[in-house]
């Protein structure tokens, strides 16, 4: 069983930056993909950035391109999602997801593609 565990949310201001967290635990990682997605209220949950432990090809939404940085530490099995330039639009409920087995960026933005998920933080940005 794998546990994801998110932290880093909060409020900030329209521009500034905010670092999400995900500690996984309870395999190893190494063959996984690691997924960013978010989910706004009234709307449906998306896709916002992967990495690939392997490697560490990352991929990214359109929406975040240049904004956002995802990135990982093997070493403590935990993935960052640095958040920068934040925009009115951003504010939802970040979500980090695992997905066992990813060799290449190809499907990490489909969502029931992923295997275990985490419960969630919240961001929030004042204008």
């Known amino acids: 069983q794998v546990q994801l565990v998110e932290s880093g949310g909060g409020l900030v201001q329209a521009g500034g930056s905010l670092r999400l967290s995900c500690a996984a635990s309870?395999?190893?990682?190494?063959?996984?993909?690691m997924g960013w997605f978010r989910q706004a209220p009234g709307k449906e949950r998306e896709f916002v950035a992967a990495?690939?432990?392997?490697?560490?090809?990352?991929y990214y939404a359109d929406s975040v391109k240049g904004r956002f940085t995802i990135s990982g530490d093997n070493a403590k099995n935990t993935v960052y999602l640095q958040m920068n330039s934040l925009k009115p639009e951003d504010p939802a409920v970040y979500y980090c997801?695992?997905?066992?087995?990813?060799?290449?960026?190809?499907?990490?933005?489909?969502?029931?593609?992923?295997?275990?998920w985490g419960q969630g933080t919240q961001v929030t940005v004042s204008s």
């Open positions: 309870g395999r190893t990682f190494s063959s996984y993909a």
């Open positions: 990495i690939i432990w392997s490697g560490g090809s990352t």
């Open positions: 997801a695992a997905k066992v087995r990813a060799a290449t960026t190809r499907g990490l933005e489909i969502e029931r593609l992923y295997d275990y």
